[in-house]
């Protein structure tokens, strides 16, 4: 992704099941599907211009995720 502005074609193409299927495999998931009550988490927001990559993603409890993003609208990040 370049630098600026992430477009709607970009975020679309990074959240992809293909893409997310292929970096779960990476990350030793053979099956490509995450464990129940499991989310797939981009350290680098994609809207910011962060990748889907098994560097850029963390597979955390969903409970985990939702807080990380309440944190982080309370702050004004989101």
Do not use: C, F
Not at 18 to 35: D, T
Not at 47 to 71: C, M, S
């Amino acid at each position: 992704m370049s630098k600026g502005k992430v477009t709607k074609t970009q975020i679309r193409k990074e959240r992809s099941p293909e893409k997310i299927e292929k970096v779960l495999k990476q990350k030793e998931y053979p099956s490509g599907k995450l464990p129940q009550g499991k989310v797939l988490h981009h350290v680098k927001p994609v809207v910011e211009g962060g990748k889907t990559t098994p560097k850029n993603t963390r597979v955390i409890p969903k409970a985990k995720h939702e807080q990380i993003h309440a944190n982080r609208k309370k702050i004004g990040k989101i």
